[in-house]
């Protein structure tokens, strides 16, 4: 089996239940774009965690999810306000500027969080027709440096957006991955702390392809989604083997229970980091499934020469290492067997550590 190499969750296989999903789907001719018995129970299983009101739209991939929310919900002349470091601002390519014709403003955050005192400080140039109008907030749960919102900080920026009239977005990539941190329920996550849209990532945690968009309660940005996920070429005509996915991952806890797999090891290998803390220091908080630690500079090259992952941060040595859901404690203890021996420590001898 070839080595797990920890540069993305994304990297991962699909979940077997996930491919038995797909192949039971894959039987006889069904009607197309979400018209189907699939959609519709797929449909109906978010709505079991979420409520009645929950409205779900089923797309290809993460940029996409989240370039036609806000789309949805906003004008090409408001702005979203998000941190410096959100998916949305750096790793999109500009998707949501050239599709929406609008403004992202970032925001340098700590830990990769987003405040209320952050938002308020750009609520600038309120109804001059000179400047962009603010429009939305969007955060990423968990967070960019594998960071975790609590309830208490999700629930102040929805109250700072209902007091600014802006949208609340959520780039929920790995929103499983903070429910299970938290050990909450997506109705205490999202809709008890107003959020407005988010994305419910699929492909990070045990699917093939395929994001959801839900909207916890009726918003008036759900009437224009379908139209904003046509033009932006994320309706599936084959709806089926996307919602089916999200059948199978959202029955019986298969989301969380492969979203706690790869928290779990996120601490099992920062466990394995702590007798290394001469040479090697965590970045930031390890609270979902994201280890970020910097690393001697000059151990850097010979250690991707050997393991592939990326580096967050390359000029203070910042190394970002993802577990995923079908990490095993074996994967990490390799892994971390080779930052020791590249980047030892002084007269120390490693020790495993249990999850």
Not at 29 to 57: K, S
Request: proline letters at 5%; a negative charge.
């Amino acid at each position: 089996m070839p080595d797990v190499h920890f540069a993305s969750d994304n990297n991962a296989g699909v979940h077997p239940d996930i491919l038995a999903a797909l192949t039971s789907a894959n039987q006889g001719h069904v009607p197309g774009y979400g018209d189907d018995e699939y959609t519709q129970r797929a449909e109906r299983a978010f709505r079991a965690l979420l409520g009645d009101d929950a409205r779900v739209f089923f797309a290809f991939n993460g940029t996409g999810a989240n370039v036609v929310a806000l789309a949805a919900g906003l004008r090409p002349y408001q702005s979203v306000i998000c941190p410096e470091a959100a998916h949305l601002a750096v790793d999109e390519c500009g998707a949501y500027e050239r599709f929406a014709g609008a403004k992202l403003i970032d925001v340098p955050v700590e830990n990769g969080k987003l405040t209320p005192d952050d938002v308020e400080r750009r609520m600038r140039g309120i109804g001059d027709q000179h400047h962009v109008q603010p429009g939305a907030i969007s955060i990423s749960q968990s967070t960019e440096v594998g960071t975790v919102y609590t309830v208490a900080e999700l629930r102040a920026l929805g109250e700072v957006a209902r007091k600014s009239d802006l949208l609340f977005h959520v780039d929920g990539a790995r929103l499983a991955n903070a429910a299970v941190a938290l050990g909450v329920d997506l109705r205490t996550l999202l809709l008890e702390t107003g959020v407005d849209v988010c994305t419910f990532g699929g492909t990070k945690n045990g699917l093939m392809f395929g994001e959801a968009i839900v909207f916890p309660k009726y918003h008036p940005a759900v009437d224009a989604l379908l139209y904003t996920r046509k033009q932006g070429m994320q309706l599936a005509s084959k709806m089926r083997f996307v919602a089916v996915q999200f059948e199978a991952l959202l029955h019986d806890d298969l989301w969380r229970r492969n979203a706690a797999q790869a928290n779990a090891m996120a601490r099992l290998l920062a466990a394995r980091l702590r007798d290394l803390d001469d040479v090697v220091q965590l970045a930031y908080p390890v609270e979902a499934n994201g280890v970020f630690a910097v690393l001697p500079l000059d151990a850097v090259e010979p250690l991707q020469r050997e393991r592939r992952f990326y580096m967050w941060d390359a000029q203070r040595g910042v190394a970002r290492w993802m577990t995923a859901w079908d990490t095993t404690e074996q994967d990490v203890h390799t892994f971390a067997d080779a930052v020791w021996r590249i980047a030892p420590p002084q007269k120390r001898v490693p020790t495993k550590v249990d999850a």
